[in-house]
Each structure stands twice: as structure tokens, then as C-alpha cells.
């Protein structure tokens, strides 16, 4: 049986997106691989739930609680579909817990001081990659948004500079506003990309491209994020630029959560209503407020 393929035709049932199922069919192929070379097992039919904590104490070593869970969801949706197809008898994820995305947002967000050193960081590499940063820690678009976004979802119009973002994580198409700073480097990337003399580059219709193709893989994106949180020494993911960008609509904005659910491609306000959970620090600049002394 050809369990992968039998996989997909599941998500696709499921109606997952087309990005959703791309990304569980890799996830799946690289825990394979995790388990055939840490602990010498080839048939995932035979993994315990001992297998797959193990798997997600590494991965939590190495990525978000966000992305963590990413991998965990899918990991959990393979052997759910193994054992309501019969090849299981018992189904080993059931019981794996995700982690809680809500005890970690805090950790999450850039403080200030991070968030100015990553867009100088970001300034001091090429115009893509300051173009980037600037987009998600600006417009907090996740790195998917960023690979799909095409010339023709852009209106910059001075006045009122926009970006579409089509088919999104929940199939739905958003139109976000385009801060002053993050236009002007949109618009220094664009004129950098437009002087490509590159066939490639010239019939792309993708916003980014790379050096050798006319559009940029997800995890080009997320090693451009990591690398230059590495220079800093700042562990930076994409989903941190993401929930700085939330924070800082709450925060300084004041922005109501229907409206920032709406910016943020959420499909419901307490997805969002995360955002609100304040660091140590606002916490205690609240309370110093209700001092008497």
C-alpha cells in the first residue's frame, strides 16, 4: 500500500489547503527519517508514543511551540488516518499533547529593543531579505504569505499602499495596509528586482525571487529569519516577527480584536485574543500604575 498517497487523498477529503497537505506529507517523510536514524526503526507502523515525545523534545529544541505543534498536528492527523483505516491497531499519537502556544506567546513577541536590532540587522543584508523582514514584522504575513505573494497583489499607491493576500491558512483572501517604512523597502526591493537581466526573474510573476529560480521556497524564508537573529544573537523565527507584529496593533495601536483577526487571516477573535497575554515586564508596568506611592 502506498500509504503516502492513501494520505493525501485523506487531507484532500478532509479539504485541507494545498499548502496544509504539502506540508504534513513532509513532515511525515522527515519524522520517517528522524526515526530510521535515531532509533533504527523503518516502519513507522510499528512506532510507539515513546517515539514521538522523543521527536517532539527535538524538535522543541530546534523550532517555535507554534511550529512544534505544526509538526505534532500532522504527525497526529498520519496516525489517526493509519488507524481509522485499519493498519493500526491502536493509534500511539492519541494521547501526545501539544504545546500551549498561549503560555509561550510572550516569549514570542520582539521586545523593543530586539525588534530595532533585527531591522538594523535585517538593513545591513540585501534589499530582499530587508524587504522581507520588514513585510512580516510590519504587515505580519506568515512565510508562506510571503513565498505566494505575486506583483499583482501589491497596489502602492502612496496614499494607500495595500497588499492581497490570496488563499491564505484558512482559504480566505485579506487586504492589508502597508506601513510607511515597510513600503519604501518593498519599493527598494522592487526596483532592485525589476534590473534583473535573468529569464527566469523576468517571466516571474512571484514578488520574491531567488538567486537561481523566479520564486523563493518557505524554508529559504525562514533561514533568512533565522540567520539574521543568529548575528544578533537573538532566536528568531518567523512566527516571533508575526506576534510582534500583533502585539505592537494591541499594544500601541489599541486595535480592536475583530480588526486585528481580520489583518491577521484569523478566522476567530480568540485566536487573536492570544496576542493579549503581557510579558513580565507589562505586567509589571501595569501594576506599578495602581501604587500609591
Known sequence: MNYYKDFKLYLEELDKSENTIKSYLETIKKFSTWVNNEKDIS???????REIKD???YLL???SPATVNQRLSAIKTFYGFLFESGL????????????????????????????LKVIRQASNSNK????????????????T???NLMLNDI???????TLLVKNSKQNKSRYIPIPKDAYKALNEWLEERNKSEKVYHIRSNFVFTSQRQGYLETRAVQRIVENIGKNIGIKLYCVRLRATYANSLIQQANIPLSALANLMGHSSVQT???????SDKDKRKYIDTISEI
Do not use: H, W
Not at 155 to 161: I, Q, S, T, Y
Open 43 to 49: 516502519n513507522l507502523f510499528i512506532v510507539a508514543i
Open 272 to 278: 487573536s485574543a492570544r496576542y493579549l497575554t503581557a
Open 128 to 143: 530582499r531579505n530587508y524587504c522581507i523582514v520588514m513585510l512580516m514584522l510590519k504587515t505580519g504575513l506568515r512565510p
Open 61 to 63: 529544541e530546534r523550532y
Open 88 to 115: 493500526i491497531k491502536l493509534n500511539p499519537a492519541k494521547n501526545v499533547r501539544l504545546q500551549r502556544v498561549e503560555d509561550n506567546i510572550k516569549s514570542q513577541y520582539l521586545t523593543r529593543a530586539e525588534e
Open 155 to 161: 497596489f502602492l499607491d502612496e496614499k494607500e499602499p
Open 55 to 57: 521527536y517532539r523534545n
Open 145 to 147: 504569505e510571503v513565498c
